[in-house]
């Protein structure tokens, strides 16, 4: 998975927050955030997953809305074999 935005950087509030329980996280600044790759692998019952460890907002090379405001986008692909 990703990369995407890690929990150490996506700051949501407690409306977001609730929807994913057992993920909530912390920012490097305190906040509130989501682990969402842990949520993803969660929903996927013990699939076996990869994760880049990248994040979108403080890794740079990336495109990050949240940063810079840009419109460009990333794409995703997955399979089971």
Known sequence: MGPGIAPCCFEVGMEVAER??????????????V????????????????ESGACTHHDRGWFSHRVDGTMQRLAAVGWLS
Do not use: K, Q
């Open 20 to 33: 994913f329980d057992d993920h909530i996280s912390s920012t490097t600044w305190g906040s509130t955030s």
């Open 35 to 50: 682990d969402l790759p842990a949520s993803l692998s969660a929903e996927l019952h013990g699939l076996d997953t990869w």
